[in-house]
Each structure stands twice: as C-alpha cells, then as structure tokens.
C-alpha cells in the first residue's frame, strides 16, 4: 500500500483534459512540494513537474500541476497519443525521512 | 551530457549479496543528495535510499533496513548499493537518481537506464 494515492488508471481522447489526482498527508504532501514523473513502457522515469508546477526545460506546458492541503493534482492539456504512460506522484516524507511515491496512475489515450 | 549509468545488477539465490554501482558525468557529483529507487516487475515505483553530498547522512526504506547500505566516492563520481540477505521480493530493476536541490527533496530530476536485480533459486 503505497503513502500517496493515485488512481490505478485514467483515460481520455486527444485533445481531451484530464487530470491525474494525488492524495497524501500533513508530513508529505501537506509540508513538502511535490514531483511528477512519466515513465513510458519500457524506459526509465522522466521528471515531469517539480515544487507543485514547475516544469523542467522541455516539458510542454500541456502538463501542469497543482496543490490544495494534503492533496495535488496532475493536468495534461491536449492530449496526444504520445502521452499514454504511467504517471506517479512522490513527495518527500518528514516524519518517515523517506521519498514516498503514489501507486501510478496508467493513462490510456482513447 | 548530464549522465547516470548503473551497473551490477544479475541473478542471485536468495539469502545472496549484491553491489550496484551507478557512475555519473555532466555535473558536479559531489554537490548533490543521490537516490536508489527501485521497480519490480509490472509494479510501480519504490525509493530506496539516499544519501548525502558527504556521505555523513542516509535515509532507507523500512524494508530494506538493515540489509542494504547506500554508500558513494566523490573522487570517482560513483554511487553504490550493498545488498546483502537479499529476498524473492528484492527483484526489480533499480534506478539511481539525482536530487535537484542541495538540500533533500525528494526531487529526483536525472534518472539512469536501470540495472535490473533477480533473486532467485
């Protein structure tokens, strides 16, 4: 059972929004920032958004995020065919001194 | 080119020890908390451990406690992961990863291809 909570999957058509939710608590999501990763099948993990909804170079601003209390959210704008992998949350955790990561979240493009 | 390459990984019988090793070039090493995170199959992502630009602080995951040890050498822009006892549940391909800030985060912004572990009999 992971410490943050995705939903399994998600779906949409393209150029459809969706949105990807993460469900944390005070000592991880409520007092730290939170990071999104993509990893498509087969690759490693890429850093997607950083501290709520920075974007690294690179990353296009179809992808956004945000953060209310001890929950965030992933938005994907657009979307492409390109954007079907599986998406996790993580956030530092201050009381367990550990990264805890959220379940994944495997978006289908319809 | 900003860079992390892992090796080490193989098969291993149960009860078995292991060592990883991740090198990194394009960056300044020994400026930055470094990160294992691990996959096993058909599973998501787990951390861990990390450690400190001196090696004076590390963090570790409830399970692996005990059995694994994180450890780096600045002067070879290395990283590594000791496993030892290792268990049926240690198999997944395992990450080295860069936090983005000086202080820890979490933030793992740079990530290598993986080198994958099986523990097996």
């Known amino acids: 059972q992971s410490v943050l909570t995705q939903p399994p999957s998600a779906s949409g058509t393209p150029g459809q929004r969706v949105t990807i939710s993460c469900s944390g608590g005070a000592s991880n999501i409520g007092s730290n920032a939170v990071n999104w990763y993509q990893q498509l099948p087969g690759t490693a993990p890429k850093f997607l958004i950083y501290?709520?909804?920075e974007r690294p170079s690179g990353v296009p601003d179809r992808f956004s995020g945000s953060k209310s209390g001890t929950s965030a959210s992933l938005a994907i704008s657009g979307l492409q065919s390109e954007d079907e992998a599986a998406y996790y949350c993580?956030?530092?955790?201050?009381?367990?001194?550990?990264?805890?990561f959220g379940g994944g979240t495997k978006l289908t493009v319809l | 080119e900003v860079q992390l390459v892992e090796s080490g990984g193989g098969l291993v019988q149960p009860g078995g020890s292991l060592r990883l090793s991740c090198v990194a070039s394009?960056?300044?090493?020994?400026?930055?908390?470094m990160n294992w995170v691990r996959q096993a199959p058909g599973k998501g992502l787990e951390w861990v451990a990390n450690i400190k630009q001196d090696g004076s602080e590390k963090h570790y995951v409830g399970s692996v406690k005990g059995r694994f040890t994180i450890s780096r050498d600045n002067a070879k822009n290395s990283l590594y992961l000791q496993m030892n006892n290792l268990r049926a549940e240690d198999t997944a391909v395992y990450y080295c990863?860069?936090?983005?800030?000086?202080?820890?985060?979490?933030?793992?912004?740079?990530w290598g291809k993986g080198t994958t572990v099986n523990v097996s009999s």
């Open positions: 990863a860069r936090d983005r800030f000086v202080v820890v985060t979490g933030t793992l912004d740079v």
């Open positions: 501290s709520y909804n």
């Open positions: 993580a956030a530092w955790d201050d009381s367990l001194n550990e990264v805890v």
């Open positions: 394009g960056f300044t090493f020994n400026n930055v908390w």
